[in-house]
């Protein structure tokens, strides 16, 4: 599965912003979204990477917390200037990466193989209640 831009910028942030900060014991980072476009490699995508930095997403999955965004009114802009302040680690070590959040959707193609959630739901009902029966008659 391919990230989206959201995620490939969300991504670059923490990787070469917020964990180099937080080694160097830092307490606020400024980021600047045509940087991180830049980074990317992408073009015309500079809206999806301002999102991406003023998402909560972003925040939860760093703990960290926008305090400051300067730019043009739009807010989508290459000078908006993100800045974040570094809060200490709210979860165990690990879940900062973003890796519980990578498993989201991770049965979807298997449900829709099966016919759906529902149908998946539906099927386990019924193997659930004749196995009930089985062990009624068994106990006779």
């Known amino acids: 599965m391919q990230q ?15 964990d ?3 080694r160097a014991g830092k307490t606020t980072v400024k980021v600047v979204a045509g940087e ?7 073009r015309n995508r500079v809206p999806a990477v301002c999102q991406a930095l003023a998402s ?3 925040q939860e999955e760093n703990d960290v917390t926008l ?6 009114p739009s807010g989508l802009s290459t000078r908006v200037e993100f800045t974040y302040r570094l809060e200490p680690a709210s979860r165990p070590h690990g ?10 959707g991770i049965a979807k193609e298997i449900f829709r193989k099966l016919g759906g959630g529902e149908e998946v739901v539906r ?3 019924k193997i659930f209640e004749s ?10």
């Not at 989206?4 to 917020?18: E, L």
């Not at 879940?95 to 989201?104: C, E, P, V």
Request: proline residues 4%; without cysteine; charged residues 35%.
């Open 123 to 125: 099927e386990e009902r």
């Open 56 to 58: 909560k997403i972003i």
């Open 20 to 22: 180099p900060a937080r």
């Open 95 to 104: 879940s900062r990466d973003g890796s519980f959040l990578a498993l989201r």
């Open 36 to 42: 991180v476009h830049r980074a990317l490699g992408v």
């Open 67 to 72: 305090i400051d965004r300067k730019g043009p």
């Open 131 to 140: 196995s009930k029966n089985i062990r009624k008659d068994d106990s006779k």
């Open 4 to 18: 989206n831009y959201a995620d490939r910028a969300r991504a670059h942030v923490q990787s070469q912003y917020f």
